[in-house]
């Protein structure tokens, strides 16, 4: 089982950039996948971006390009997702999941799951 703890939410006004973290314990040499996903009220889970444990692939959503870069630091177990021209739409709670599948984007091929950190956009 891998733990996951997120961190680096907060309030920003449009236009700004946040940096949430990742911290990753347990069983992580099982962890294939470590990806962000959001969810606003009322809304399903959406995949934002990914990034294999490993071998540093990536993969983003279409809403993400351009705006947002995952990226890991393999020696604190830590994968980051940089928000740039953050719009009021990106507002939601930011989750990390581990999943042992590269290149998935439901939510249902991810297995350990944080507790989210709330990500507020202001226009």
């Known amino acids: 089982q891998v733990q996951l703890v997120e961190s680096g939410g907060g309030l920003v006004q449009a236009g700004g950039s946040l940096r949430l973290s990742c911290t990753a314990s347990?069983?992580?040499?099982?962890?294939?996948?470590i990806s962000w996903f959001r969810q606003a009220p009322g809304n399903e889970r959406e995949f934002v971006a990914g990034i294999s444990w490993s071998g540093g692939i990536v993969w983003n959503a279409e809403s993400a390009k351009g705006r947002f870069t995952i990226s890991r630091d393999n020696s604190k177990n830590t994968v980051y997702l940089q928000m740039n021209s953050l719009k009021p739409e990106d507002t939601a709670t930011y989750y990390c999941?581990?999943?042992?599948?590269?290149?998935?984007?439901?939510?249902?091929?991810?297995?350990?799951w944080g507790q989210g950190t709330q990500v507020t956009v202001s226009s």
């Open positions: 347990g069983r992580t040499l099982n962890t294939n996948t």
């Open positions: 999941a581990s999943s042992e599948r590269v290149y998935a984007r439901s939510p249902a091929m991810y297995d350990s």
